[in-house]
């Protein structure tokens, strides 16, 4: 399905959570002729008043701390990825008819170009990045677009039938879509995350699995195949299903052997690139890099085409991102590591003489595999953050007790650096959100580069 982009004037709609994706819907919905009212739990004080000022000028009905009294009134809610739908308001909605759905599922609806749909609970921004660099060296019109940090929906909107749309995909997101079709699609890995909103791991993976739930036999779905409970999503898939490993050799789909990426498909095997030649480190990434490899493969790209953007691509911001050397201690920014796994693929790219920076938002996980990976890489710990004592504790019933509590960011690093000896590497990657300290993750980062740099004064 998709819905003519006429079929949204008039109707009434109730955007809840205005934070970067809100206003961008926002602004798309007002365009195409919606009738559109915001809902947001903060004060309107704490927003910028440009803002409040183009809501009012547009005659937008704003409900900042309070909800409307009759949510019948709505033909649609289109949520933010940070709303739950279990709020009770938003039940409430659901039970009168009224839709309630978010803007990845609007932006399928709306536009006329091809959706890569990708997710996984780590490695989304490096593979979404990474195929969006490939398709561009392609010479297609190529917009990387969702939880990456651009809304879909602005793109989407304006995008016809040569654009592409490269769009990492987060499990809040996915948990409202209806029709969302990719034509392409990937889950990377499945491990616990976000358990404080989806509650267990079958929900999660259950809302993962929604990237594919609606694609055909002409479709394709890029899967990990090393992970068993990633690979079995795909139990009930109706998508050409296009596994990758970087352990085993495969009679189809993306592998590794002797050192080079590869890629068989029904009629050939094609050779990507040489891992010795790539850029970005840890075994992490050459799963980011066979994914991104299938997802360009099948979509028609030239293997040579893939094989040097890989080459070229040096990774992104925050993730396991290079800083620089102060008196002989590296400092590396990991500051995406918002999860317990993601920070234990940056400690096993890292491998040794780590002192890490650790701490934050916990989002209700267990940190005793994280303790536990340390195995000697870990030398100190410096810890910061709402949940701090809760992997303190953690660290302490498996043994590891040289950790030192610090009330911000600048002393973490100091301590850091104080702590570190010439050959260590001073390791930011919380294994936790931002959110108790900082706005996102981005934020998180830039402030632990500038602390960094702050070290050389």
């Not at 809040?172 to 034509?183: D, G, R």
């Not at 299903?241 to 052997?257: N, Q, T």
């Not at 920070?343 to 916990?362: P, Q, R, S, V, Y």
Request: glycine fraction near 8%; charge should be negative.
């Amino acid at each position: 399905m998709r819905t003519n982009l006429d079929n949204l004037q008039g109707k009434k709609v109730l955007i809840v959570g205005l934070a970067r994706t809100g206003i961008a819907v926002c602004q798309t919905l007002l365009d195409m002729g919606a009738i559109v009212s915001v809902h947001d739990a903060k004060a309107e004080s704490t927003f910028d008043k440009n803002l409040i000022t183009f809501l009012k000028g547009r005659n937008v009905e704003c409900y900042f701390e309070h909800i409307p009294e009759d949510m019948s009134q709505f033909d649609m809610l289109i949520l933010s990825p940070g709303v739950t739908p279990e709020l009770g308001f938003i039940q409430d909605a659901a039970a009168k008819g009224v839709e309630i759905t978010g803007e990845i599922e609007l932006a399928y609806r709306v536009t006329r170009g091809h959706i890569v749909g990708i997710t996984g609970t780590n490695g989304k921004t490096t593979t979404t990045t990474l195929v969006g660099e490939i398709f561009r060296a392609s010479g297609r019109k190529t917009h990387v677009v969702g939880n990456i940090g651009t809304a879909a929906i602005a793109d989407a909107a304006k995008a016809d039938e040569q654009d592409w749309l490269i769009t990492e995909v987060s499990s809040f997101q996915l948990e409202t879509t209806k029709y969302f079709k990719p034509q392409i699609s990937a889950i990377l890995n499945l491990t616990p995350d976000h358990l404080n909103r989806h509650h267990t791991m079958e929900a999660y993976g259950a809302a993962k699995a929604k990237i594919f739930e609606n694609q055909t036999e002409s479709n394709f779905l890029i899967i990990n195949y090393d992970d068993k409970n990633c690979y079995a999503l795909c139990e009930n898939c109706k998508a050409r299903i296009v596994p990758f490993s970087r352990k085993e050799e495969l009679d189809y789909g993306a592998f590794v052997r002797n050192g080079k990426v590869y890629i068989k498909d029904d009629e050939k095997e094609v050779e990507i690139c040489n891992l010795d030649d790539v850029k970005i480190i840890g075994d992490h990434n050459v799963e980011n890099i066979l994914a991104a490899s299938a997802i360009a493969y099948f979509a028609g790209i030239e293997p040579d085409v893939i094989g040097r953007a890989i080459i070229v691509f040096a990774g992104v911001e925050h993730r396991i991102e290079y800083v620089g050397m102060v008196d002989d201690i590296m400092y590396y920014n990991d500051s995406k590591g918002t999860n317990v796994d993601a920070a234990i693929t940056a400690i096993k790219a890292i491998k040794e003489n780590i002192i890490l920076i650790a701490g934050g938002d916990g989002k209700a996980q267990d940190f005793d595999p994280f303790i536990k990976s340390f195995n000697g890489a870990v030398k100190k710990m410096v810890l910061l953050g709402r949940d701090a004592q809760i992997i303190a504790d953690a660290a302490e019933k498996n043994g590891f007790t040289d950790y030192v509590f610090c009330k911000d960011m600048p002393e973490c690093v100091r301590k850091a650096a104080e702590l570190a000896e010439p050959g260590d590497t001073v390791l930011l990657s919380p294994a936790c959100a931002s959110w108790d300290m900082y706005d996102n993750f981005e934020q998180r980062g830039d402030h632990f580069k500038d602390c960094v740099e702050a070290l050389r004064r």
